[in-house]
């Protein structure tokens, strides 16, 4: 296995050897390395104690140090170097009322969430394994340190970030932490908004966006996502769909902006996309008529959906433009459009230009969720507009 580590981070945690404290990397830096991934960031923990880190560094920023974390600058570069403490008592499902630092190693990983994320590593010591987290990368497993209910109830968030973690690995979640997931679903009521949202984008763009099925099946969605479950059990008698309107959304979800596109559409617009196709079809279940030819009609939906979307990404605390951006694809995304220059200029006026591109694929990804036998000629004029 091979362990590539910045110059700079090596830099901090030799300085803080020589200095006589212990320094590791240590959490999603350590998981990430092993499994081949380049990390977003590189977090320390340390024995040192913040005032001293911030004696050895003098470039330093108090971002968290009543929780023993203090962000080190280095030329253009900043890294987050947190004491090893002891967390009390958690009040809130989230936050513990207060911390306490240690010199112990072993009880700083022993707080952290999966064992996946408690792996500590330097190049003098090598890999800290604790509590077999090396174990369950290797076989691609999300488990709790220690024991999940317990973690759980300490923060709630985890909860979330189990199935997170899921669906940007492909990992699979241990039996006993699955079934504490359930248990504990009802404990995300105290997480804020922002939070859940974080997670919910994060798992949207992974790799593995169907895990959404998870989040169902736990009861996750009950509490973040209400309007989902009712769209679950949604059946659309229709001759263009085979499955049930949650089922559709979750395949569409999966269908857009995969890897094949990376190139085509920037972070945002992917991120965009996921949330069009996961609100598209709520309003399906409070639109449903049955028409003289028995089948299933969602006469209205695009627009009623536009608003309910517009409602929960309210309730999610999105930015202004990015609810903008979802409302309007929502809106016209069962446009259908006809492919001479006269119809596409028509398009343009209505929806507007800056769109078109997105409302394409929206239009390939919903396509490619319906019952194949009757998408095969829509889906032909889409791959030649």
Partial sequence: MKIQVPDKVNYMIDTLNVHGFEAYLVGGCVRDMVLGRVPEDWDITTSAAPAKVKQIFHRTVDTGIQHGTVTVLLDQDHFEVTTYRLDGIYEDNRHPKEVSFTSSLEEDLKRRDFTINAIAYSKRKGFIDLFGGMEDLKNGLI?????????????????????????????????????????????????????????????????HPDRLWLLYETGITAIVLPEFDKAMVTRQNNRHHIYTVGEHTIRSVSEIAGKSEENRFTPKERAILRWVMLLHDLEKPNTVSVGKD????????????????????????????????????????????????????????????????????????????????????????????
């Fill in 143 to 207: 488990r709790c340190v220690g024991r999940a209910e317990e973690r759980f109830t300490e923060d709630a968030l985890r909860i979330l970030r189990a199935i997170r973690f899921s669906a940007q690995l492909d990992f699979t979640i241990e039996a006993d932490t699955l079934k504490a997931v359930k248990d504990k679903a009802g404990l995300l009521t105290n997480i804020s908004a922002e939070r859940i949202r974080t997670e919910l984008t994060k798992l949207l763009v992974s790799d």
């Fill in 294 to 385: 028995g089948q299933d009609h969602f006469y209205g939906h695009q627009e009623k959906g536009a608003i309910t979307a517009k409602a929960i990404l309210k309730r999610l605390k999105f930015d202004n433009e990015t609810i903008d951006a979802v409302v309007h694809l929502i809106r016209w995304h069962d446009y259908r459009f006809v492919l001479t220059p006269v119809g596409m200029r028509k398009a343009v006026s209505m929806i507007g230009k800056e769109y078109m591109d997105l409302l394409f694929e929206i239009n390939r990804a919903d396509t490619s969720a319906k019952n194949p036998e009757f998408t095969s000629e829509k889906y032909e004029k889409l791959e030649t507009a």
